[in-house]
């Protein structure tokens, strides 16, 4: 088939940002097509499959059957196990549902096809076309054949390891200490508590965490993120992981039945997510919350601005870094202050002691704040452990 194409708005990767993205800049009128260099789109996953709720409203996503489990909140435990309970509301972006992340990517696949975004799966971007310094589309391939697709607006929703913000000239890397390496077992015949997310803190997983996601009553994704720059390999999340499984009987006795691993960023922002012709979205754009690894939600908020704003670019004949500015300033005011303040609060927790760990946690269990806030927070560790706060100053 492969011949050269052309469309307004060409969407790479068939993630939760890129399907955001084509489906709204469709709703908008624009032609979009939608490049998945995967034969399924969402498989395999690489996912823990927690996500918050509250922002589905926003984007237009109604929930559907790839919800496994509502939980009623996350539980934080210290390095000694002592446990602080977080409302739903309130515990970031993993915690409100567990999906079937394959199920929940395929149904936004589909809500943009039904809004008229045009999908090519098994087709690789595999370069940018520029011309006069501006990106002017792609060059792709399909079951090995190569060609061109043209478009006044190229978005890469190409993920973690993307590879087209790159291309075109945007710098994208990340230093060993804003990646995670992550590893997770879907464990079954586990002790899960099915109205909890559960994280566990501290040395058990150097510079990030220990998670159980239950999906069932006794199955659950248990899975580790360890800061790259705080393990000697990546392979090492592998020793924490199993270590923490067989220091936990409820988990030992479990029995896998799939393991996924993969990278997170827990970077800050990108200082730049646009240029002529080309805007970056999702985890491309890194825009994974710094402190849980999560990404959908954000990936999501942001791919529906990212649609309006390439629809109108395109389709008003105006596809410069000046208009896409409108893309720029739309995702940082929606989410670029809580990303920040997070990428402080992950820096600070970073560098905490298993015993300073133990005191905030400690501090915090059994009391009921009214609203959870760094303020509140530091008010009840103070009123325990007045010696812990000092470390807190740069919060307040
Ligand atoms: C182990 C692990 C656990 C995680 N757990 C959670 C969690 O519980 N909750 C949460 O919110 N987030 C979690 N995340 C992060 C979350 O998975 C990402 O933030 C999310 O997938 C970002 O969506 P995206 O659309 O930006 O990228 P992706 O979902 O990675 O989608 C990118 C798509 O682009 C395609 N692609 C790449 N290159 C090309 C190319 N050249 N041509 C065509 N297509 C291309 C890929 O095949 C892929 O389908 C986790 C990540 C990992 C690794």
Redesign the pocket.
Known sequence: MPKNLTTDVLV???????SMTAKWAAKRGAKVLL????QEIGSPV??????SKEWLTEVGITPGRWINVEVEGARIYSPSEKVFEINEKHAG??VGYVVERDGFDKQLAIDAGNAGAELLLK???TGVLKEHGKVVGVTAKEFGESFEIRAPITIA?????S??GRWAGIPTNLAMRDMDT?L?YRMTNVDCDVRYCDFYLGKVAPGGYVWV?PKAEGLANV?IGVQVSQVTSPADARTYLDRWIAKHPGYAKGRKIDV?????SISKPLPKTVDDGIML????ARM?DPLT?????N?CIAGKICGEVAAEAALGGTPTKEFLQKYETGWRARLEEKLYRNWLAKEKLVSLSDATFDKVVDALSGVKLEKLNVHNILKAVHEKYPEVTKEFEAFL
């Open positions: 790479i990767g068939a993630g939760p940002a890129g490049l998945e260099k995967r690489r996912c823990g499959e927690g996500m972006n993993e087709t690789a971007a929703a190409d993920g973690f390891e590879q087209v992550c997770q996601f899975g996924v691993g993969g990278g997170v979205v999702g985890d491309a994974i690894g999560g990404g959908i939600a990936g």
